[in-house]
T-cell receptor, first 112, second 116 residues
């Protein structure tokens, strides 16, 4: 069956450093992959979408890569700030019928 | 501010009660979703409506009954729930331009459900 795994349940880094989160998937070849941010008690907020024919995408301090051979996406936050502390979720559409499934999430904490 | 509105924000119900969660969006999106989220877990897909028709039911127990009265509204009817059904219920919508290209999900803030 299809699986999405985010390797780190929690990640703690120093302010100013680059945070790198990993999303791996198996048994599927998605047309695109998405990343979301979720703060406690709130709904997820969309950050970035990367398509299978795109190797890298950037938005301000965020960068996403997509390696369809390794079946892996990396999500980077450069010059991290305490306000970046949140849970980050990757998501895949596992069908052509909007079956969007989320990975387990990584709780990122940026310490001052 | 989210453009997907969910009501109520909080709901406490007994196991014999019947209640409903409501979701509304006015972005012209054609796909709407219900997700269930337990503490420290990712959102878990329950139902997907595409063009007002139920397209995905992830083997959800019949005590949860979705309804899509029109393209802007999505309801989740609750009946005879169990305490383990207590969770944050999230509604989302997407453009769903064509099969295989759903686009980003816009989430509401969720309805926090407690079943006693």
């Amino acid at each position: 069956s299809q699986k999405i795994e985010q390797n780190s349940e929690a990640l703690n880094i120093q302010e100013g450093k680059t945070a790198t989160l990993t999303c791996n998937y198996t048994n599927y070849s998605p047309a695109y992959l998405q990343w979301y941010r979720q703060d406690p008690g709130r709904g997820p907020v969309f950050l970035l979408l990367i398509r299978e024919n795109e190797k890298e995408k950037r938005k301000e301090r965020l960068k996403v890569t997509f390696d369809t051979t390794l079946k892996q996406s990396l999500f980077h936050i450069t010059a991290s700030q305490p306000a970046d502390s949140a849970t980050y979720l990757c998501a895949l559409d596992f069908s052509s019928a909007s079956k969007i499934i989320f990975g387990s999430g990584t709780r990122l904490s940026i310490r001052p | 501010d989210t453009e997907v509105t969910q009501t109520p924000k909080h709901l406490v119900m007994g196991m014999t009660n019947k209640k409903s969660l409501k979701c509304e969006q006015h972005m012209g999106h054609r796909a709407m979703y219900w997700y269930k989220q337990k503490a420290k877990k990712p959102p878990e897909l329950m139902f997907v409506y595409s063009y007002e028709k139920l397209s995905i039911n992830e083997s959800v127990p019949s005590r949860f009954s979705p309804e899509c009265p029109n393209s802007s509204l999505l309801n989740l009817h609750l009946h005879a729930l169990q305490p383990e059904d207590s969770a944050l219920y999230l509604c989302a919508s997407s453009q769903d331009l064509y099969p295989g290209d759903t686009g980003e999900l816009f989430f509401g803030e969720g309805s926090r459900l407690t079943v006693l």
